[in-house]
C-alpha cells in the first residue's frame, strides 16, 4: 500500500506500522460528516459540533457507557444519518422506539432542542470468529476489541476475564 500510494516504502517499514496513526489522524474527519441534507454520525464518543443546518451534541461516554444522548438544535427539516451496529439494541426517540436494523437509520423531522433522542448499547463482552472457518477468535465489548494481557492485573478502562485469561481494551 505504501508503495502504491507513495510511489517508495518508507525505509523499509510497512504498511501495518503507518495504518494505526494515519486511522486515528482521520477519526474526526469521519466521526460526523455533513451531508447535502444534514449530517450523518459515525462515532458516538462526546462531542458537540456545528453543521450547516445547526448543531448537534452527543453525549454518554461512549464506548465505556451503553447509553449515548443525542440533541439536535435546528430551526429547519434536516436529516440525521445515524451508523447501527450490530450491537446496538435501541433507539428512542422522545420516549418512542424507532425500527433499524443493521447499518444505518435515517432520521428525517424538524428538530426541536428539547427532543430526545437515545441509543442504547450491547457492551457484553462477546466472541466473534475469524473468518474463513479458521481456528481463531476475537473477543469484543461493543466495538472495542480486546487483548490479553500476560501482566496481570493492569489499569485499562475495560477489564474483562474469560477463561482465566485478563481481557483488557488495547489502549
Not at 432542542?113 to 466473534?128: H, I, K, N
Request: hydrophobic residues 40%; contains cysteine.
Amino acid at each position: 500500500q505504501i508503495g502504491r500510494g507513495f510511489g517508495t516504502p518508507f525505509g523499509g517499514n510497512d504498511c501495518c506500522r503507518a495504518q494505526g496513526p494515519e486511522a486515528l489522524a482521520f477519526a474526526p474527519v469521519f466521526a460526523a460528516q455533513a451531508k447535502e441534507d444534514g449530517v450523518a454520525l459515525n462515532f458516538y464518543e462526546d462531542m458537540t459540533l456545528e453543521f450547516s443546518g445547526g448543531k448537534l451534541a452527543v453525549s454518554g461516554g461512549y464506548p465505556y457507557q451503553g447509553k449515548v444522548q443525542i440533541r439536535m438544535e435546528t430551526g429547519a427539516e434536516t436529516a440525521l444519518y445515524l451508523r447501527t451496529p450490530s450491537f446496538l439494541k435501541k433507539v428512542i426517540l422522545n420516549g418512542e422506539s424507532l425500527e433499524f436494523g443493521t447499518g444505518s437509520l435515517a432520521i428525517r423531522r424538524k428538530w426541536d432542542p428539547s427532543d430526545d433522542l437515545q441509543l442504547e448499547f450491547d457492551l457484553s463482552c462477546r466472541q466473534v470468529p475469524a473468518p474463513g472457518n479458521r481456528p481463531f477468535a476475537a473477543y469484543m465489548r461493543g466495538p472495542i476489541v480486546l487483548a490479553e494481557d500476560a501482566r496481570g492485573e493492569v489499569p485499562a478502562a475495560v477489564i474483562e476475564k474469560i477463561d482465566g485469561h485478563i481481557l483488557c481494551d488495547y489502549a
